[in-house]
């Protein structure tokens, strides 16, 4: 099956500081791609979705300015956290889906996560 | 999108069958029902979708009721490496405005022991 790839797997940053995460499709084009936030122990929550080329439109009370998404090319969306603060300490998950593919069944795509963590 | 609800937790043993319920009452005509389970800090596995006949694939079988107001998630024989958070998802497919989206409820917890 197709492949979502995320970089870096786990990340360590001092509060303040920003930090950007990649999220790409190995063997596909995705005109969309989501980006989730996982707590501890609770479930999955779309921040915001990303389509090629265009402004990413979020989910409300996910803060755009904090969380800046760019989807510059149809296999790289980037998820930049600034002013990282220990609450924004979370697992980040993308997902992509390929538009190109009709069976329902293979419509999206989740990368592996990314544990990021503020100190 | 329709809600779903499903049982926290639920314990199988291995070899056995894991059945999980899922109520989606509040499902519309258009909308499918999809699962996804997510093994610990782990991104969500697809596993099975159906509209509404059962369907089966080499994963599980997905048997949903009549009225489409629940569905069972079958694991025929359930190993360890089968624990994980299952979702059950309702969504609409092609078309809908919520195209794309999944909204994950809290999911259930299937434990399996030896």
């Known amino acids: 099956g197709a492949v979502v790839s995320q970089h870096p797997s786990w990340v360590i940053c001092k509060s303040g500081t920003s930090v950007k995460i990649e999220c790409r499709s190995l063997?596909?084009?995705?005109?969309?791609m989501f980006w989730y936030r996982q707590f501890p122990k609770q479930s999955l929550m779309l921040m915001a979705t990303?389509?090629?080329?265009?402004?990413?439109?979020?989910e409300q009370g996910v803060e755009k300015d904090k969380f800046l998404i760019n989807h510059a090319s149809l296999t790289l969306s980037t998820l930049t956290v600034t002013s990282a603060h220990p609450e924004d300490s979370s697992f980040y998950i993308c997902?992509?889906?390929?538009?190109?593919?009709?069976?329902?069944?293979?419509?999206?795509?989740f990368g592996p996560g990314t544990r990021l963590t503020v100190l | 999108d329709a809600k779903t609800t499903q049982p926290t937790s639920m314990d199988c043993a291995e070899g056995r069958a894991a059945n999980l319920p899922c109520n989606h009452s509040?499902?519309?005509?258009?909308?499918?029902v999809y699962w996804y389970r997510q093994i610990h800090s782990q991104g969500p596995q697809y596993i099975i979708h159906?509209?509404?006949n059962n369907e089966t694939n080499e994963m599980a079988s997905l048997i949903i009721t009549e009225d489409r107001k629940s569905s069972t998630l079958i694991l025929p024989h359930a190993t360890l490496r089968d624990t994980a958070v299952y979702y059950c998802?309702?969504?609409?497919?092609?078309?809908?405005?919520?195209?794309?989206?999944?909204?994950f409820g809290q999911g259930t917890i299937l434990t399996v022991h030896p």
């Open positions: 063997d596909f084009q995705a005109t969309t």
């Open positions: 509040t499902i519309s005509g258009n909308e499918y």
């Open positions: 990303s389509n090629e080329g265009s402004k990413a439109t979020y």
């Open positions: 159906g509209l509404k």
């Open positions: 998802i309702v969504r609409v497919a092609l078309g809908g405005t919520s195209y794309g989206k999944l909204t």
């Open positions: 997902s992509a889906r390929d538009p190109q593919l009709t069976d329902l069944s293979n419509e999206q795509f």
